[in-house]
T-cell receptor, first 113, second 113 residues
Framework: SQKIEQNSEALNIQEGKTATLTCNYT??????LQWYRQDPGRGPVFLLL?????KEKRKERLKVTFDTTLKQSLFHITASQPADSATYLC????????????FGAGTRLAVHP | GAVVSQHPSWVICKSGTSVKIECRSL??????MFWYRQFPKQSLMLMAT?????????EQGVEKDKFLINHASLTLSTLTVTSAHPEDSSFYIC?????????FGPGTRLTVT
């Protein structure tokens, strides 16, 4: 069956450390993968998109990797801050194109001062 | 980044009534918008793809006669929950696609009493 898996357990880290979140998928061949941040009671906010031919993409303190062989994406936040505390969602288009998105369940990150 | 708005942000209605939710792309035109539903502590579940000028495409298990979608213009899509019941209480989120990226509205909290 097709699925997107994110660690459902909350990730607790100390301020200043690097947070690493994992997204694994099975039975998909996505052309790209996206990461979003969602705060309670709010819609997701787009963070980064990485295409299948890109190994890594960076944006300020954020870094995403995409391994199509392992069918895995890693999302890193360096020098984490309490304001980074939120749920992070990965998403992909199951058709392999640029149409609809389906989401993983998300990983809740808590950064402690 | 692109901005998507939703109205209302929250609504309480009685069982058996209908509720309309609006989704607008404020600074770009979107031929395709998407409607998601999110239950507490769960991920976003895609309900339907809204196409400007044509019928919406519903995901498996979503009742098209209950969740009416109208994409009247390149900046507006509406979702009407007809004959709402308490089990329809949820967080409804729309998104609009701008090239390969999707931008989400802030969500609408629907409570059916």
């Amino acid at each position: 069956s097709q699925k997107i898996e994110q660690n459902s357990e909350a990730l607790n880290i100390q301020e200043g450390k690097t947070a690493t979140l994992t997204c694994n998928y099975t039975n998909y061949s996505p052309a790209y993968l996206q990461w979003y941040r969602q705060d309670p009671g709010r819609g997701p906010v787009f963070l980064l998109l990485i295409r299948e031919n890109e190994k890594e993409k960076r944006k300020e303190r954020l870094k995403v990797t995409f391994d199509t062989t392992l069918k895995q994406s890693l999302f890193h936040i360096t020098a984490s801050q309490p304001a980074d505390s939120a749920t992070y969602l990965c998403a992909l288009d199951p058709s392999g194109g640029y149409n609809k998105l389906i989401f993983g369940a998300g990983t809740r990150l808590a950064v402690h001062p | 980044g692109a901005v998507v708005s939703q109205h209302p942000s929250w609504v309480i209605c009685k069982s058996g009534t209908s509720v309309k939710i609006e989704c607008r792309s404020l600074d770009f035109q979107a031929t395709t918008m998407f409607w998601y539903r999110q239950f507490p502590k769960q991920s976003l579940m895609l309900m339907a793809t809204s196409n400007e000028g044509s019928k919406a495409t519903y995901e498996q298990g979503v009742e098209k006669d209950k969740f009416l979608i109208n994409h009247a213009s390149l900046t507006l899509s509406t979702l009407t929950v007809t004959s709402a019941h308490p089990e329809d209480s949820s967080f409804y989120i729309c998104s609009a696609r701008d090239d390969a990226e999707q931008y989400f509205g802030p969500g609408t909290r629907l409570t059916v009493t």
